[in-house]
Protein backbone atom coordinates (compact mmCIF):
# COMPACT_ATOMS: atom_id res chain seq x y z
CA UNK A 1 0.00 0.00 0.00
CA UNK A 2 1.58 3.48 -0.78
CA UNK A 3 1.79 6.17 2.12
CA UNK A 4 -0.87 8.78 2.08
CA UNK A 5 0.07 12.83 1.88
CA UNK A 6 -0.48 14.43 5.68
CA UNK A 7 -2.19 17.49 4.54
CA UNK A 8 -3.77 20.41 6.57
CA UNK A 9 -6.93 22.14 4.87
CA UNK A 10 -7.46 25.98 5.84
CA UNK A 11 -10.73 26.58 4.70
CA UNK A 12 -13.54 29.26 5.00
CA UNK A 13 -16.48 27.15 4.55
CA UNK A 14 -17.92 28.22 1.92
CA UNK A 15 -20.14 25.98 -0.18
CA UNK A 16 -17.45 24.97 -2.78
CA UNK A 17 -15.07 24.54 0.66
CA UNK A 18 -17.49 22.07 2.22
CA UNK A 19 -17.59 19.93 -1.17
CA UNK A 20 -13.15 20.05 -0.66
CA UNK A 21 -13.68 18.61 2.47
CA UNK A 22 -15.60 15.96 1.31
CA UNK A 23 -13.54 15.62 -0.91
CA UNK A 24 -10.21 15.23 1.01
CA UNK A 25 -11.57 12.87 3.86
CA UNK A 26 -13.03 10.59 1.59
CA UNK A 27 -9.13 10.68 -0.60
CA UNK A 28 -7.68 6.85 -1.07
CA UNK A 29 -4.43 9.27 -1.24
CA UNK A 30 -4.45 11.98 1.81
CA UNK A 31 -4.48 12.09 5.21
CA UNK A 32 -6.23 14.78 6.57
CA UNK A 33 -4.19 16.10 9.82
CA UNK A 34 -5.99 18.57 11.07
CA UNK A 35 -8.49 21.99 9.41
CA UNK A 36 -8.00 25.53 10.15
CA UNK A 37 -10.96 28.06 9.68
CA UNK A 38 -10.48 31.11 8.64
CA UNK A 39 -12.73 34.47 8.04
CA UNK A 40 -13.74 34.67 4.14
CA UNK A 41 -16.81 33.62 2.72
CA UNK A 42 -18.86 34.37 6.29
CA UNK A 43 -17.05 35.66 9.43
CA UNK A 44 -14.79 32.93 11.18
CA UNK A 45 -17.53 32.02 13.61
CA UNK A 46 -19.53 31.06 11.05
CA UNK A 47 -16.91 29.52 9.25
CA UNK A 48 -16.17 27.47 11.99
CA UNK A 49 -19.64 26.18 12.77
CA UNK A 50 -19.81 25.00 8.60
CA UNK A 51 -16.54 22.85 9.11
CA UNK A 52 -17.15 21.69 11.62
CA UNK A 53 -20.59 20.32 10.39
CA UNK A 54 -19.19 19.16 7.48
CA UNK A 55 -16.82 17.12 9.28
CA UNK A 56 -19.96 15.41 10.96
CA UNK A 57 -21.54 14.88 8.36
CA UNK A 58 -18.47 13.23 6.51
CA UNK A 59 -18.81 11.14 9.62
CA UNK A 60 -15.03 11.30 10.32
CA UNK A 61 -13.16 12.62 12.96
CA UNK A 62 -10.57 15.45 12.02
CA UNK A 63 -9.59 18.10 14.42
CA UNK A 64 -10.65 21.71 13.76
CA UNK A 65 -9.09 25.17 14.80
CA UNK A 66 -10.27 28.24 14.66
CA UNK A 67 -8.43 31.00 13.14
CA UNK A 68 -8.26 34.63 11.72
CA UNK A 69 -11.32 36.49 12.19
CA UNK A 70 -9.24 39.68 10.28
CA UNK A 71 -7.36 39.94 7.52
CA UNK A 72 -3.67 41.27 8.72
CA UNK A 73 -4.59 44.84 7.76
CA UNK A 74 -8.11 46.00 8.36
CA UNK A 75 -11.26 43.96 9.06
CA UNK A 76 -13.55 41.22 7.21
CA UNK A 77 -16.65 42.90 5.99
CA UNK A 78 -19.21 40.31 4.10
CA UNK A 79 -18.61 40.39 0.26
CA UNK A 80 -19.33 36.68 -0.87
CA UNK A 81 -23.26 36.31 0.39
CA UNK A 82 -24.27 36.59 -2.97
CA UNK A 83 -22.26 33.06 -4.07
CA UNK A 84 -22.36 31.67 -0.49
CA UNK A 85 -25.77 32.75 1.52
CA UNK A 86 -26.08 34.42 5.00
CA UNK A 87 -24.78 31.10 6.58
CA UNK A 88 -21.88 30.29 4.23
CA UNK A 89 -23.89 27.18 2.95
CA UNK A 90 -26.41 28.80 0.22
CA UNK A 91 -28.62 29.46 3.31
CA UNK A 92 -29.70 25.55 3.82
CA UNK A 93 -30.22 24.57 7.60
CA UNK A 94 -27.28 22.85 9.03
CA UNK A 95 -27.50 21.19 12.35
CA UNK A 96 -25.54 22.64 14.88
CA UNK A 97 -22.49 20.47 15.44
CA UNK A 98 -21.83 18.50 18.27
CA UNK A 99 -18.20 19.07 18.76
CA UNK A 100 -16.53 22.19 18.81
CA UNK A 101 -12.85 23.40 17.64
CA UNK A 102 -10.02 22.75 19.58
CA UNK A 103 -8.96 25.14 22.01
CA UNK A 104 -5.73 26.32 19.86
CA UNK A 105 -5.68 28.67 17.64
CA UNK A 106 -5.48 27.94 13.75
CA UNK A 107 -1.64 29.49 13.61
CA UNK A 108 -0.40 27.78 16.69
CA UNK A 109 -1.52 23.92 15.76
CA UNK A 110 0.27 24.95 12.08
CA UNK A 111 3.47 25.77 13.75
CA UNK A 112 3.11 22.82 16.33
CA UNK A 113 2.04 20.28 13.48
CA UNK A 114 4.75 21.88 11.05
CA UNK A 115 7.47 20.90 13.84
CA UNK A 116 6.27 17.69 14.70
CA UNK A 117 6.65 16.44 11.16
CA UNK A 118 9.34 18.79 9.22
CA UNK A 119 9.53 18.77 5.66
CA UNK A 120 6.35 15.99 5.28
CA UNK A 121 3.44 18.20 5.65
CA UNK A 122 1.54 19.73 2.02
CA UNK A 123 -1.04 22.66 3.38
CA UNK A 124 -3.81 23.03 1.10
CA UNK A 125 -5.01 26.70 1.75
CA UNK A 126 -8.69 27.14 0.79
CA UNK A 127 -8.91 30.08 2.13
CA UNK A 128 -7.05 33.65 2.79
CA UNK A 129 -3.58 33.28 3.82
CA UNK A 130 -3.80 35.12 6.99
CA UNK A 131 -3.57 31.77 9.50
CA UNK A 132 -0.37 30.74 7.22
CA UNK A 133 1.15 34.69 7.61
CA UNK A 134 0.77 34.29 11.06
CA UNK A 135 2.44 31.56 11.42
CA UNK A 136 4.78 32.22 9.42
CA UNK A 137 5.93 35.48 10.67
CA UNK A 138 5.64 34.21 14.61
CA UNK A 139 8.33 31.36 13.35
CA UNK A 140 10.33 32.39 10.30
CA UNK A 141 11.98 28.68 10.63
CA UNK A 142 8.31 27.04 9.68
CA UNK A 143 9.74 27.99 5.63
CA UNK A 144 11.76 25.16 5.82
CA UNK A 145 9.94 22.69 7.27
CA UNK A 146 6.61 22.97 4.75
CA UNK A 147 6.85 20.66 2.28
CA UNK A 148 4.90 22.25 -0.56
CA UNK A 149 1.48 25.12 -0.23
CA UNK A 150 -1.49 24.42 -2.65
CA UNK A 151 -3.40 27.79 -2.94
CA UNK A 152 -6.64 28.20 -4.49
CA UNK A 153 -6.03 31.63 -4.92
CA UNK A 154 -4.74 34.24 -7.87
CA UNK A 155 -5.34 34.58 -11.38
CA UNK A 156 -2.53 33.99 -13.57
CA UNK A 157 -3.29 34.60 -17.09
CA UNK A 158 -6.99 35.45 -16.73
CA UNK A 159 -9.22 38.28 -15.17
CA UNK A 160 -10.46 38.30 -11.39
CA UNK A 161 -13.55 37.36 -9.57
CA UNK A 162 -13.88 40.03 -7.23
CA UNK A 163 -12.34 42.93 -9.37
CA UNK A 164 -11.42 42.64 -12.89
CA UNK A 165 -8.27 41.30 -11.79
CA UNK A 166 -8.39 40.15 -8.29
CA UNK A 167 -9.54 36.83 -7.37
CA UNK A 168 -11.56 36.50 -3.41
CA UNK A 169 -8.46 34.82 -1.89
CA UNK A 170 -6.00 37.11 -2.96
CA UNK A 171 -7.98 39.94 -2.59
CA UNK A 172 -9.41 39.41 1.27
CA UNK A 173 -6.05 40.08 2.49
CA UNK A 174 -3.21 40.91 0.25
CA UNK A 175 -0.61 41.35 2.87
CA UNK A 176 -1.07 37.81 4.05
CA UNK A 177 -0.76 36.64 0.16
CA UNK A 178 2.22 38.98 -0.42
CA UNK A 179 3.99 37.30 3.46
CA UNK A 180 3.72 33.78 1.74
CA UNK A 181 4.48 34.16 -1.69
CA UNK A 182 7.57 36.19 -0.38
CA UNK A 183 8.69 33.32 2.18
CA UNK A 184 10.18 31.24 -0.39
CA UNK A 185 8.19 28.29 0.76
CA UNK A 186 7.07 26.09 -2.25
CA UNK A 187 3.88 26.89 -3.65
CA UNK A 188 1.56 25.48 -6.35
CA UNK A 189 -0.83 28.18 -7.13
CA UNK A 190 -4.34 26.55 -8.41
CA UNK A 191 -6.19 29.68 -9.58
CA UNK A 192 -8.99 30.51 -11.80
CA UNK A 193 -6.85 29.64 -15.03
CA UNK A 194 -8.11 26.39 -14.21
CA UNK A 195 -10.46 26.47 -11.12
CA UNK A 196 -12.70 27.75 -13.79
CA UNK A 197 -13.08 25.00 -16.59
CA UNK A 198 -13.91 22.51 -13.73
CA UNK A 199 -17.97 22.89 -13.32
CA UNK A 200 -20.86 21.12 -11.43
CA UNK A 201 -24.15 21.16 -13.24
CA UNK A 202 -27.33 20.64 -12.33
CA UNK A 203 -28.19 17.15 -13.72
CA UNK A 204 -25.23 16.22 -11.47
CA UNK A 205 -26.74 18.40 -8.05
CA UNK A 206 -29.86 16.91 -8.91
CA UNK A 207 -28.61 13.45 -9.07
CA UNK A 208 -26.21 13.47 -6.16
CA UNK A 209 -26.45 9.97 -4.34
CA UNK A 210 -29.90 10.42 -2.19
CA UNK A 211 -28.33 8.17 0.41
CA UNK A 212 -25.29 10.26 1.32
CA UNK A 213 -25.41 11.77 4.74
CA UNK A 214 -25.05 15.03 3.38
CA UNK A 215 -27.25 15.11 0.32
CA UNK A 216 -30.32 17.40 1.77
CA UNK A 217 -27.95 19.72 2.47
CA UNK A 218 -25.39 20.00 0.12
CA UNK A 219 -28.39 19.81 -2.84
CA UNK A 220 -30.20 23.03 -1.11
CA UNK A 221 -26.35 24.38 -1.18
CA UNK A 222 -25.26 23.73 -4.75
CA UNK A 223 -28.61 24.87 -6.27
CA UNK A 224 -27.82 28.82 -4.40
CA UNK A 225 -24.21 28.83 -5.63
CA UNK A 226 -25.63 28.10 -9.38
CA UNK A 227 -28.19 30.44 -9.05
CA UNK A 228 -25.42 33.05 -7.88
CA UNK A 229 -23.05 31.91 -11.16
CA UNK A 230 -25.85 31.67 -13.48
CA UNK A 231 -27.82 34.40 -13.29
CA UNK A 232 -31.12 34.51 -14.82
CA UNK A 233 -30.59 31.32 -16.32
CA UNK A 234 -33.23 28.76 -16.01
CA UNK A 235 -32.62 25.84 -13.31
CA UNK A 236 -31.57 23.20 -15.35
CA UNK A 237 -28.92 23.98 -17.47
CA UNK A 238 -26.70 25.61 -14.72
CA UNK A 239 -23.02 25.22 -14.10
CA UNK A 240 -20.99 26.71 -11.80
CA UNK A 241 -16.78 26.36 -10.38
CA UNK A 242 -15.56 23.78 -8.10
CA UNK A 243 -12.75 26.16 -7.15
CA UNK A 244 -11.64 24.44 -3.70
CA UNK A 245 -12.34 20.98 -5.09
CA UNK A 246 -9.33 21.44 -7.90
CA UNK A 247 -6.92 22.30 -5.53
CA UNK A 248 -7.61 19.01 -3.14
CA UNK A 249 -7.28 17.06 -6.14
CA UNK A 250 -4.03 19.21 -7.49
CA UNK A 251 -2.48 18.06 -3.94
CA UNK A 252 -3.11 14.20 -4.26
CA UNK A 253 -1.94 14.53 -7.98
CA UNK A 254 -0.17 17.40 -9.52
CA UNK A 255 -0.23 15.49 -12.79
CA UNK A 256 -3.71 16.74 -13.35
CA UNK A 257 -2.52 20.41 -14.75
CA UNK A 258 -0.19 21.62 -16.55
CA UNK A 259 2.57 23.51 -14.63
CA UNK A 260 4.91 26.71 -15.39
CA UNK A 261 7.70 27.52 -12.67
CA UNK A 262 6.91 31.24 -12.61
CA UNK A 263 7.67 34.56 -10.47
CA UNK A 264 4.65 35.83 -9.07
CA UNK A 265 3.89 38.91 -6.87
CA UNK A 266 1.43 40.72 -4.90
CA UNK A 267 -0.18 43.80 -5.24
CA UNK A 268 -0.68 45.23 -2.25
CA UNK A 269 -1.58 49.26 -2.92
CA UNK A 270 -3.30 49.56 -6.40
CA UNK A 271 -6.50 51.38 -6.20
CA UNK A 272 -7.65 49.49 -8.93
CA UNK A 273 -5.41 46.37 -8.81
CA UNK A 274 -5.12 45.53 -5.03
CA UNK A 275 -4.91 41.72 -4.67
CA UNK A 276 -3.62 41.05 -7.64
CA UNK A 277 -1.24 38.32 -8.92
CA UNK A 278 1.75 39.89 -11.05
CA UNK A 279 3.21 37.19 -13.16
CA UNK A 280 6.47 38.11 -14.83
CA UNK A 281 6.32 36.88 -18.00
CA UNK A 282 9.97 38.46 -19.24
CA UNK A 283 12.02 36.14 -20.09
CA UNK A 284 15.03 38.49 -20.58
CA UNK A 285 14.99 39.18 -16.46
CA UNK A 286 16.54 36.88 -14.18
CA UNK A 287 14.16 36.22 -11.91
CA UNK A 288 13.82 33.30 -10.00
CA UNK A 289 10.58 31.41 -9.90
CA UNK A 290 8.89 31.54 -6.51
CA UNK A 291 5.29 29.93 -7.46
CA UNK A 292 4.29 26.46 -9.73
CA UNK A 293 1.48 28.04 -11.60
CA UNK A 294 -1.19 25.74 -12.81
CA UNK A 295 -2.35 27.11 -16.14
CA UNK A 296 -4.28 24.17 -17.28
CA UNK A 297 -6.29 21.06 -16.59
CA UNK A 298 -7.54 17.99 -17.32
CA UNK A 299 -11.00 19.23 -16.69
CA UNK A 300 -13.03 15.15 -17.09
CA UNK A 301 -9.91 13.36 -15.23
CA UNK A 302 -10.66 15.57 -12.40
CA UNK A 303 -14.64 15.41 -12.44
CA UNK A 304 -15.02 11.70 -13.27
CA UNK A 305 -12.84 11.23 -10.05
CA UNK A 306 -14.40 14.34 -8.20
CA UNK A 307 -18.31 13.04 -8.87
CA UNK A 308 -17.39 9.29 -8.39
CA UNK A 309 -15.99 9.50 -4.65
CA UNK A 310 -18.22 12.46 -3.42
CA UNK A 311 -21.61 10.36 -5.06
CA UNK A 312 -21.94 12.90 -7.89
CA UNK A 313 -23.32 10.91 -11.61
CA UNK A 314 -20.49 11.73 -14.08
CA UNK A 315 -22.13 13.08 -17.20
CA UNK A 316 -23.20 16.83 -16.59
CA UNK A 317 -26.32 16.72 -19.52
O1 LIG B 1 -12.19 32.66 -5.64
C1 LIG B 1 -12.71 31.45 -5.17
C2 LIG B 1 -12.32 31.22 -3.73
O2 LIG B 1 -12.90 32.24 -2.92
C3 LIG B 1 -12.81 29.92 -3.17
O3 LIG B 1 -11.90 29.46 -2.22
C4 LIG B 1 -14.10 30.33 -2.50
O4 LIG B 1 -14.48 29.41 -1.50
C5 LIG B 1 -13.74 31.67 -1.93
O5 LIG B 1 -13.04 31.53 -0.73
CA1 LIG C 1 -12.75 28.86 -0.01
Aim: hydrophobic share 45%.
Amino acid sequence: MTTKIPVILDVDTGIDDALAILYALFSPRLQVLGITTCFGNENVTNTTRNTLAMVEMAQVSVSVYQGAADPLVGQWAPQAEAFHGENGLGNAPIEEPHTGAKNLSASEYLRAAILDRPGEITLVTLARLTNLAIALKNDPSLVQKIRRVVVMGGAAFVGGNVTPVSEANIWGDPDAAWVVFHSGVPITMVGLDVTMQVNISDRQVQNLDPKRPYTKVMRQALDFYLSAYNPGVVSGTRQAPLHDPLAVAVAEDPTLCAISDLSVDIEREGTITRGMTVVDQRGWVDLTPNVAVCRTVDAPRFLSDFCQRLGFPMTSD
